[in-house]
């Protein structure tokens, strides 16, 4: 079990809410990563587990009940818990939603990088039989009413949607391999990988080349999101603004192919709610934190599918 030597304070705005958040990760002798809102009259640890999402529609993930007691967006923080091998933390935030800082990994993971207390290794998840979770079963997986009102909404975006995520066994670590597909000139179809091994070449690979890599949107869409309750708290330092044409970016690149390696860290963070260092082989193609998510509970479904060490 590792925690941190100290409580490290972080100051931002949520991404999605536009609200100011504070958080302090706190050591913890607890196995395992907790939110907990102290905004709230009562609130209690918020485990920040795959079976605890409970909204990914909102282009993050959620842990908590959307209508109750949650923390949006918490991916890019547990990526950088995963990566520093932390497992064991409090984290007490006063508002609904985790700063998004600079919309990537880097500022957490040099607030935290020197005051990790280190002992022993993570828990290993093995993966012993191929699981993988295809777009077009998302549907069936909703609650009832939102299933009706997605399927007469969205019935041709479903049908003919051919994204997935699959979990097959590697040996050596969690290897990543990431396929985005857009209309976009920009970003057109870009793909990346990455072995995450828990050795320093592998976080030192992480840093340089992912860390930075920040979330994305398209300035033609702002006005929407911000009325459906998105990116009220987006704008040029925190998020790469596509423009309208979509050929171009209207804030400099970091990376020629950013946008898939952001979705690298997404995928890290939504790994990480297994509560351990996965041992896989993620292929993500058009994927999704709702992708991520399904995988994971399709791996846990069936013991025969992992072990774990």
Same mark, same amino acid.
């Not at 949006?72 to 935030?93: P, R």
């Not at 995988?295 to 846990?300: A, C, G, I, N, S």
């Given at each position: 079990?590792?925690?941190?030597? $100290?409580? %490290? &304070? ?11 958040? #504070?958080?302090?990760? +706190?050591? /913890? ?116 009413? $939102?299933? %009706? &009102? ?11 949607? #051919?994204?997935?995520? +699959?979990? /097959? ?116 193609? $058009? ?23």
């Amino acid at each position: 079990m590792n925690t941190l030597t $100290k409580e %490290i &304070k972080i100051s931002g705005v949520g991404i999605h809410s536009g609200v100011p958040v #504070n958080m302090v990760i +706190k050591p /913890s002798r607890k196995p395992g990563i907790f939110f907990k809102r102290t905004d709230l009259k009562y609130s209690g640890l918020i485990p920040a587990v795959f079976d605890n999402v409970g909204e990914t529609t909102m282009r993050n993930t959620t842990i908590g009940g959307k209508n109750g007691v949650h923390v949006q967006t918490i991916e890019h923080l547990m990526a950088t818990f995963f990566v520093l091998g932390i497992d064991s933390a409090i984290i007490e935030i006063d508002g609904p939603e985790t700063p998004i800082m600079d919309g990537s990994a880097f500022e957490f993971f040099n607030a935290l990088k020197e005051s990790v207390n280190k002992k022993t290794n993570m828990k290993k998840i093995i993966v012993k039989k191929t699981v993988i979770a295809k777009r077009n079963e998302l549907v069936k997986y909703m609650p009832f009413w $939102k299933r %009706i &009102k997605t399927t007469v909404l969205n019935h041709t975006i479903w049908r003919r949607g #051919n994204g997935y995520v +699959k979990l /097959s066994p590697n040996a050596n670590g969690l290897l990543i391999d990431a396929t985005l597909v857009y209309n976009d000139k920009i970003i057109g179809t870009q793909s990346y990988s990455c072995l995450l091994d828990g050795t320093k070449k592998s976080v030192d690979n992480f840093v340089k080349n992912i860390s930075k890599a920040r979330t994305f949107g398209k300035y033609s869409e702002w006005d929407y999101l911000k009325a459906h309750g998105m990116g009220r708290g987006a704008n040029e330092n925190n998020v790469i603004v596509l423009n309208k044409d979509g050929d171009g970016t209207l804030n400099k690149l970091h990376y020629k192919d950013e946008f898939v390696r952001h979705k690298i860290i997404d995928a890290i963070g939504d790994m990480f709610t297994s509560s351990g260092f996965i041992y896989g082989h993620l292929e993500s193609y $058009k994927g999704s934190h709702a992708l991520n998510n399904l995988v994971l509970r399709k791996l846990f479904s069936d013991k025969s599918n992992y072990e774990i060490v």
